[in-house]
């Protein structure tokens, strides 16, 4: 029996590669039968993993002396990532782009009861006169009129409507307050002459879903903006957390309950960049954006290889900041791309975890969240409620629009002819930023909402707008029992 080529073919089978000199060693140094029976139990990576020492050790050393299999594997699939190539745009792909984006949020409409028999707006008008009506509008205008009533302008691809809002539609009102440009909603009510009395406002929102469980006892760890480069980055902190992940301080419960952690999502600025806001020279340690990648690399390599590292961009990462941002950038981040264990995807991007026998696995919606500032000086409910303190608040006003950042100029975006990938086509069952440098984790209906905290003091810049940075926290969920905790790493 030729127990190399016996064990590659198990590998492969579990979409797991080996060098054959690395498969002989395993045979030289382990009993073969002992490593199959307990690749048997493994489940089937959903992306090609190159199986090296530490990470063959990580998953099998426990199986070696128990002779079954240990920890899980991590299992990632990208299910979305924006990877089209830069092209010229023109007016035409703007308007493309709105109608892609209309069609998809209306189809997540069009699921609702009361939206199931609506018209086109060329239809409303043409009948002048209906007692009960229904349509799916994109806002295009929107005042408060003198009577302290509002006013939309609705739009679809046949004509526009004007919808009145009257005060005394108590929740049709309220909804109203939260409405900016560019959402696609659906109203219901009546339609007199070529204006709409509206009964209720229906945004497309979240449907009720299942709050998944997974049968593994696997943990998930967020963080984001560690702004490696700058004068600011908490060097001390970073280290300290990956020493703790890593599972070399705490109790032995402790240690065991840390060695679960199987995924590490990193939610863009990795780096502080350069040139991202006026004088930031006098902020950065490393003035040069390949040396920042590099510093930031030799934090990351640190980390324990079977743990997947998930990793976007965001706003001072050395990307176009139009959304959706590209992959990071091999010219200045090769030195991230060299770690064996990190998958790259843009922003946003959704992928799916720990999917297997049986299992669908968890939708991971990330995105680092530049839009947020939009939203948190335009919504009348988040500003007054906490602000910059509220991410969740800004979270949860995303998810029930479906849309990252609806508004036009909310953020730079790349007009996309064929669909609007800000659009929130899936319902994820979680939703993961940065960007704000503070933590929150809430759950919104069956989503858990996740901001990922950061790793740099407060700047100039967030003092002088009275920003409250909270650094060097970190989420974990358990995806067995969705139970989250926050790691302080910081006095
Ligand atoms: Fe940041
Ligand atoms: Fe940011």
Redesign the pocket.
């Known amino acids: 029996m030729n127990e190399p080529s016996e064990l590659i073919s198990a590998f492969i089978g579990k979409n797991m590669f080996v060098t054959p000199g690395f498969a002989e060693k395993v045979c030289r140094e382990n009993e073969t039968g002992t490593i199959l029976s307990a690749l048997a139990s493994v489940q089937r990576c959903a992306t090609p993993v190159l199986l090296n020492e530490e990470l063959f050790k990580s998953m099998f050393s426990a199986a070696l002396s128990a002779g079954k299999a240990s920890a899980c594997i991590p299992c990632v699939s990208i299910v979305e990532s924006y990877s089209e190539l830069p092209q010229k745009r023109e007016v035409a792909h703007f308007v493309r782009h709105y109608r892609a984006r209309y069609e998809s949020i209306k189809n997540v409409l069009m699921n609702r009861p009361d939206l199931q028999g609506s018209v086109s707006i060329k239809r409303a008008l043409e009948r002048k006169t209906m007692d009960r009506l229904s349509l799916i509008g994109m806002v295009l205008d929107k005042y408060e009129t003198k009577n302290g009533n509002f006013s939309l302008l609705l739009e679809d691809t046949t004509g526009t409507i004007r919808a009145v809002i009257k005060s005394d539609k108590k929740n049709a009102f309220t909804t109203a307050k939260e409405i900016t440009m560019d959402e696609v909603i659906g109203v219901t009510g009546s339609c007199n002459g070529n204006v709409i009395f509206v009964n209720d406002l229906i945004l497309p929102d979240l449907p009720i879903m299942e709050f998944k469980k997974c049968p593994e006892d696997v943990s998930v760890a967020f963080i984001s ?1 560690m702004h490696v480069g700058s004068k600011m980055f908490l060097k001390d902190e970073f280290a300290k957390f990956i020493t703790w992940i890593n599972g070399d301080i705490g109790s032995e419960e402790q240690k065991s309950e840390i060695l679960k952690i199987k995924y590490l999502f990193i939610i ?2 990795l780096v502080d960049g350069i040139g991202i806001y006026p004088e930031q020279d006098n902020e950065l340690e490393i003035k040069d954006i390949i040396q920042q990648y590099d510093e930031c690399a030799k934090y990351l390599t640190q980390i324990r290889k079977d743990i997947t590292l998930i990793i976007c961009g ?3 990462d050395a990307l176009r900041l139009s959304e959706p941002q590209p992959v990071l950038d091999k010219r200045y981040a090769q030195s991230i791309y060299s770690l064996p264990n990190a998958i790259f995807v843009s922003n946003p991007a959704t992928v799916n975890i720990h999917a297997g026998k049986g299992f669908p696995g968890f939708n991971v919606l990330m995105y ?3 839009s947020f500032d939009y939203y948190i000086a335009n919504v009348e409910s988040i500003r007054l409620n906490g602000g910059y303190d509220r991410s969740d608040l800004v979270m949860k006003h995303l998810l029930q629009k479906r849309h990252l950042s609806p508004t036009h100029s909310s953020t730079l975006y790349i007009p996309d002819e064929k669909r609007d990938p800000l659009v929130i086509s899936k319902a994820p069952d979680f939703f993961i930023t ?2 704000i440098h503070k933590t929150s984790v809430c759950n919104y209906k069956s989503t858990t909402m996740i901001s990922g905290s950061c790793w740099q003091s407060k700047t100039a810049f967030q003092e002088k707008v009275g920003h409250n940075p909270e650094p060097a926290r970190v989420p974990i969920v358990n995806l067995k029992t969705r139970d989250i905790r926050i790691v302080k790493f910081a006095a």
């Open positions: 903006d863009g600025d965001g706003n001072h680092h969240g530049y940065g960007h």
